[in-house]
């Protein structure tokens, strides 16, 4: 089993532009990597709702998954994002009951969803952070200056990198949004 590295919930980037994702941004702990999750329209306002405590007339999946959770007698222990491939994470919730502990696929955007219901750590592994995360405040590279140099915004394609400024922009995150616009100019000018 890889090292797991502990993450906090830091925000979630709304954007009503409809042609545009929303973004989960996570953070690991004691650091000044993040990692940004895009998610679409529809999660986006699911888990917006939720964390502004604003109830549904009817009861969304993941608060169904949630009710249906406590009354089986599980526990939901942790969040594990355990894979980032060319934009594309992958999570499991990880349960247990008096049999064992349980495994389940899940969506990162649905587990966080649960993870914020049911405030359970969110943890990721080395390999996640050297493909996916950002260092966002140039005065503490040091501090993760193991990572490897392609795990800034390089790794991220051009497609995500463009809704991500558009995101910074409208959220007026300008240090973010001058960082992305920089890797966007270094990208073109290689062309």
């Known amino acids: 089993m890889p090292e797991k590295i502990e993450l906090k919930f830091i925000c979630l980037l709304e954007n ?84 064992g502990m349980y495994r389940i696929d899940s969506r990162p955007s649905d587990a966080i969803y649960i993870q914020q219901k049911l405030n359970v750590p969110i943890y990721t592994t080395r390999e996640v952070l050297d493909e996916a995360g950002i260092i966002t405040d140039k005065e503490k590279k040091k501090a993760v200056s193991n990572l490897k140099p392609k795990n800034r915004l390089s790794s991220i394609d051009i497609y995500d990198l463009q809704k991500m400024l558009n995101i910074a922009i409208k959220n007026e995150d300008y240090e973010q949004a001058a960082q992305i616009h920089a890797e966007i100019k270094h990208r073109s000018e290689q062309k």
């Open 16 to 99: 009503k532009n409809e042609d545009l994702p929303g973004c989960i941004l996570l953070g690991v702990l004691n650091s000044d990597v993040k990692i940004p999750i895009l998610i679409g329209e529809h999660e986006t306002e699911t888990l917006a709702l939720s964390i502004k405590g604003i109830k549904r007339r009817r009861p969304s999946a993941q608060d169904l998954f949630v009710e249906l959770l406590c009354c089986s007698g599980m526990t939901l222990k942790e969040v594990f994002i355990y894979h980032y491939d060319a934009g594309v994470y992958k999570a499991e919730l990880v349960m247990e009951n008096r049999n």
